[in-house]
């Protein structure tokens, strides 16, 4: 029981770094496609290019738009925008209902960062405040870091073999059971596959860091305890 309660331990950090740096950046889309890549995605250009005309303000206003539904009890998503002084729905019933699966797995991710976060946060309170075993503590920090880090790699590698495109294809497939993510409108004009390489980087770096900090605050913590 000891040591499987110790691997959970484990398990749970990358878990809950990884499905951290994806709230984040689920939470900051008009940062990411507006303030900060603006130029680099040229969202603006996209949409003008599919007969859409949007100032940044306007097209700030729909990514934030996006944010508010992602959190709300909502079940479908409905923004339209003022283009050439006429009011257009932005999104077909299709790109809806995916909008829809993607809002399940946001909220899944919110659920597994607090899972795993409650259960960090319980399993190190008793290691450390009832049965004063540092040791331990330390040794599934270090691990987790060790095991976070070996994932990263990992993935790196399969994008190495594969590209990214590939595997955000495959990754598709199994968290979707249909194909409205291709479907044909101002989606994927709002969202390009750079955005998503980016955020991938993002969420790699940021875990990465996360679990040298952890495995950095283990080996510490091990050595204090000797």
């Known amino acids: 029981?000891?040591?499987a309660t110790q691997w959970l331990f484990v398990i749970c950090l990358p878990v809950?770094?990884?499905?951290?740096?994806?709230?984040?950046?689920?939470?900051?889309?008009?940062?990411?496609?507006?303030?900060?890549?603006?130029?680099?995605?040229?969202v603006s250009q996209r949409l003008s290019s599919y007969g859409l005309e949007l100032d940044n303000a306007e097209i700030e206003r729909i990514y934030d738009g996006?944010?508010?539904?992602?959190?709300?009890?909502?079940?479908?998503?409905?923004?339209?925008?003022?283009?050439?002084?006429?009011?257009?729905?932005?999104?077909?019933?299709?790109e809806?209902?995916?909008?829809?699966?993607?809002k399940g797995l946001i909220w899944l991710d919110y659920w597994l960062f607090l899972g795993t976060l409650a259960y960090i946060l319980a399993y190190a309170g008793l290691r450390l405040f009832w049965l004063k075993d540092r040791r331990r503590l330390a040794r599934?920090?270090?691990?987790?870091?060790g095991l976070t880090l070996v994932l990263i790699l990992a993935v790196v590698l399969l994008d190495a073999l594969l590209g990214f495109g590939e595997?955000?294809?495959?990754?598709?497939?199994?968290?979707f059971?249909?194909?409205?993510?291709?479907?044909?409108?101002?989606?994927?004009?709002?969202?390009?596959q750079d955005f998503f390489a980016d955020a991938a980087v993002f969420c790699g770096l940021f875990t990465a860091v996360g679990a040298?900090?952890?495995?950095?605050?283990?080996?510490?913590?091990?050595?204090?305890?000797?």
């Open 16 to 42: 809950m770094l990884l499905t951290a740096g994806i709230g984040v950046v689920a939470n900051s889309l008009s940062f990411w496609l507006c303030d900060y890549g603006s130029e680099k995605y040229d």
């Open 66 to 94: 996006l944010v508010d539904y992602f959190n709300s009890g909502e079940e479908y998503i409905s923004l339209t925008v003022v283009s050439d002084g006429r009011q257009v729905s932005l999104f077909t019933q299709e």
């Open 96 to 102: 809806s209902i995916h909008f829809k699966d993607v």
């Open 177 to 192: 059971s249909n194909e409205f993510w291709s479907a044909q409108g101002y989606m994927l004009r709002l969202f390009p």
């Open 212 to 226: 040298l900090i952890i495995g950095g605050l283990g080996w510490w913590l091990k050595r204090k305890s000797l």
């Open 140 to 145: 599934g920090l270090v691990w987790g870091g």
């Open 1 to 3: 029981m000891r040591n």
């Open 167 to 175: 595997l955000w294809y495959r990754f598709h497939l199994v968290f």
